[in-house]
């Protein structure tokens, strides 16, 4: 049975899915603007979405610290870039993907 844990590194705007110690998949991320940071720390999944609607795309993961997830996007030209409210935007596909990977408890540690 795999051993999920999330790292995401704000500094190049990716998250990597680790089984282990090993890196098994990498994601391109949005993150939050200058003004709306993106927290960092030790955090993890809480609950999961299908299908939230407006500006979340395909799936939620909402995150321990309250009104934080990660979520897919309507707008995917903003992957890669600082457009959120703090918030790890990823493209639908992907984001569907990873929930369908990681259960509820999943460690995410956000990093610069």
């Known amino acids: 049975m795999p051993n999920y844990r999330i790292i995401v590194d704000l500094s190049d705007r990716k998250l990597h899915l ?12 949005g993150i939050g603007r200058i003004a709306h940071a993106t927290p960092t720390g030790r955090l993890h999944i809480v609950n999961k979405s299908p299908n ?3 500006p979340y795309g395909a799936y939620w993961m909402g995150l321990s610290k309250p009104h934080y997830g990660i979520h897919g996007t309507n707008d995917p030209s903003s992957i890669g870039k600082r457009v959120s409210k703090g918030c790890i935007r990823m493209y639908n596909q992907d984001v569907t993907e990873l929930a369908r990977l990681v259960p509820v408890g999943t460690s995410v540690t956000i990093r610069n």
Request: proline share 13%.
């Open 52 to 54: 939230p609607g407006g």
């Open 18 to 29: 680790l089984d282990g110690d090993t890196v098994v998949r990498t994601y391109p991320v």
